[in-house]
């Protein structure tokens, strides 16, 4: 996390920015973004309300996909457990193979699919 921090200074203080794991494990490193995008100052002058924030990142932020169905449980268990309310935001994290759609060469055509 502090290697992609410094090659790109400011990268967690953009409201816009988003980052995706297409090949979450345990839902860590997604959670480990979501703790500095909230965090960030600039993030905080714009959105003050924690509830929003928080809702901000998760909805336009942070994307992930998920190889099986027990790994996507377990990843959006850990990204989203620290709230019930939040739990309801899984529409950015899916279940989706992206190690074989990258084989085959596909790769950017799932991710259309799976995002938009």
Known sequence: MDALACGNPGCFDDATHTFADLYMKSGLYITEIVKRLYHSDKIKAEYPND???????????VYGMAPTRIIYLI???????????????????????????????????????CFG
Not at 93 to 107: I, Y
Request: aromatic letters at 6%; charged letters at 30%; hydrophobic letters at 40%.
């Open 51 to 61: 509830a929003e924030r928080i809702r901000h990142i998760l909805q336009h932020q």
């Open 75 to 113: 990843a959006t268990n850990y990204i989203l457990g620290f709230d019930e309310s939040m739990k309801s935001e899984t529409k950015n994290f899916v279940q989706a193979d992206a190690s074989q759609a990258a084989k085959e060469g596909k790769l950017a055509e799932l991710v259309k699919k």
